[in-house]
């Protein structure tokens, strides 16, 4: 880690998901001097700055598609991406479907504090429904988006849930993610208490985090648990893994049979 002090209000649990990457990353032994860092913009995105990575802070919802061009033009780095709900699932919805139908060997890990932190407060694709935003005063009407079962249609390889509570849960997922060779998907809830946790009157962090472990249900729980018994909660753990061919060993085919003169 370098450059700190970092920007986050206190309390945020930024720090706690930066720290469970760095975790996975060692724990995976990758070489430092082959691991790459991307994020978008946002708070969650400014963990690339603090890192000590070779890092790109890219534009917002872009970290994908600058992730896609390192990895190909580099496919021996171990590229992770950093992203907000905002970033990945609004601006940067686009990019987010179409790297996980490519199957592009990246693990992208996204901090979902249910709104735009670093705006002040309006409404992300992963706000729910009812909770308040500045761009939702009276509470949002718009359903919000399951980003690990869209992860998991639009092609994703490895897709898990973790929250900041639930710590070494979370390093192990990442870690997971980083050894899947393909498009890897891992959602951590971090409580945001300025922007999204008192405007929804959530309490402080401390109350935030004790909300989410009140909410995630490991996913062998939830799957038995009726649609009444749902109500609030979370499935986590591994939600969906699937075996497909990484992208950038299938483009290296067709460089090599464009090189052969094959049609
Ligand atoms: C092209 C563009 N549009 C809008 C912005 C303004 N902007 C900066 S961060 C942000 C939202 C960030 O929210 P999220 O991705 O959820 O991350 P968080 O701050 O909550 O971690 C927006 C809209 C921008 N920087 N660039
Ligand atoms: S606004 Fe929210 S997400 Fe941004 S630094 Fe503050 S607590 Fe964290």
Redesign the pocket.
Known sequence: MNRLPH????????GIVMKAIAQAIDKQGLDQNKTVIVSGI???S?ASGYMDFDTLHTAHGRAIPFATGIKLANPELNVIVIT?DGDCTAIGGNHFIHGARRNVDLTVVL?N?N?Y??T??QASPLTPLGKKATTAPYGSVDRAFDACELAKAAGATYVARSTAYHVNQMVDLIAEGIANKGFSFVETM????????RRNKLGD?AAMLKGMSQQAVPLIAYEKMSEEQREGKIPTGVLHKSQFPEYCSEYAQVICMAGEGEV
């Open positions: 920007i986050w209000c206190p309390g945020c649990g930024n946002g708070c969650s400014r907000g901090f504090n709104i932190g670093m002040g407060g971090t409580p945001c208490p300025i922007s999204y946790g962090a």
